[in-house]
T-cell receptor, first 110, second 115 residues
Framework: SQQGEEDPQALSIQEGENATMNCSYKTSINNLQWYRQNSGRGLVHLILIRSNEREKHSGRLRVTLDTSKKSSSLLITASRAADTASYFCATGEYGNKLVFGAGTILRVKS | SAVISQKPSRDICQRGTSLTIQCQVDSQVTMMFWYRQQPGQSLTLIATANQGSEATYESGFVIDKFPISRPNLTFSTLTVSNMSPEDSSIYLC????????????FGQGTRLTVV
C-alpha cells in the first residue's frame, strides 16, 4: 500500500532553478527517506531524516520533516540536467520495511 | 554500503511460464526485501526474505504466486509464477542494515515483460 501522496506528480524547471517536492504520509514512522530513480532503474538513497529531526542537509539537498502534519519536503538547489529523475519519499517502518510515496518526476531543462 | 547484483536485468516471457530473479549481495545482511514497481507507478513491497525461515508476505501477495528463497545471508531469489501480462513490472531487490534508522540499498531491478 502507498503511504501517501507526493506533489507535484511532475515538475519541469530550468537548470539553475530550485526544485521542491512534497510528501505526505499516514502512520507513525521511525524515519523518512528520499530516493532517486533514473529511467526505471535501481533506486539511489539520497537522505534519511529521523522522526525526531526537523531538517537535514546534504550537499544541494535540504529535507524537512513535520511529524505533526505528517509531511516532508525535499529541496534541490541550483538544479542540473543530471538531476532529471523520479524522486520518491519512503517511510521507514517496523522491520526496516519501506513504504513509498507515489513519486515526483523531475525534468531539468538545460 | 552494500552492492547488489540482480539478474536478469530484463526478460520477455510468455504467459503461463515462470521466471526466477536472483539477488546477490556483496556482504552478509539480515534484511532482504523484494519490491514490485508496476509501469508508471511507485514501489510496493512484496515480501521480506528471511534467512532460515519462510518469507513474510505483504497483503495482496501470496507465496504460491511469488515463492522466495533465502538460502544464506548474501543471496535470495524471487520467482514470478504462472505469469500474466499484469505481472509486467520492474522487480527490485533491496537490503537494509541492522537498526531502526538505516538506509536501504537497491539492485538495478529486473524489467519483466509478459506477452
Amino acid at each position: 500500500s502507498q503511504q501517501g501522496e507526493e506533489d507535484p506528480q511532475a515538475l519541469s524547471i530550468q537548470e539553475g532553478e530550485n526544485a521542491t517536492m512534497n510528501c505526505s504520509y499516514k502512520t507513525s514512522i521511525n524515519n523518512l527517506q528520499w530516493y532517486r530513480q533514473n529511467s526505471g532503474r535501481g533506486l539511489v538513497h539520497l537522505i534519511l531524516i529521523r522522526s525526531n529531526e526537523r531538517e537535514k542537509h546534504s550537499g544541494r539537498l535540504r529535507v524537512t520533516l513535520d511529524t505533526s502534519k505528517k509531511s516532508s519536503s525535499l529541496l534541490i538547489t541550483a538544479s542540473r540536467a543530471a538531476d532529471t529523475a523520479s524522486y520518491f519519499c519512503a517511510t521507514g517502518e517496523y522491520g526496516n520495511k519501506l513504504v513509498f510515496g507515489a513519486g515526483t518526476i523531475l525534468r531539468v531543462k538545460s | 554500503s552494500a552492492v547488489i547484483s540482480q539478474k536478469p536485468s530484463r526478460d520477455i516471457c510468455q504467459r503461463g511460464t515462470s521466471l526466477t530473479i536472483q539477488c546477490q549481495v556483496d556482504s552478509q545482511v539480515t534484511m532482504m526485501f523484494w519490491y514490485r514497481q508496476q509501469p508508471g507507478q511507485s514501489l510496493t513491497l512484496i515480501a521480506t526474505a528471511n534467512q532460515g525461515s519462510e518469507a513474510t508476505y505483504e497483503s495482496g501477495f501470496v507465496i504460491d504466486k511469488f515463492p522466495i528463497s533465502r538460502p544464506n545471508l548474501t543471496f535470495s531469489t524471487l520467482t514470478v509464477s504462472n505469469m500474466s501480462p499484469e505481472d509486467s513490472s520492474i522487480y527490485l531487490c533491496s537490503v537494509s542494515g541492522i537498526g531502526a534508522n538505516t538506509e536501504a540499498f537497491f539492485g538495478q531491478g529486473t524489467r519483466l515483460t509478459v506477452v
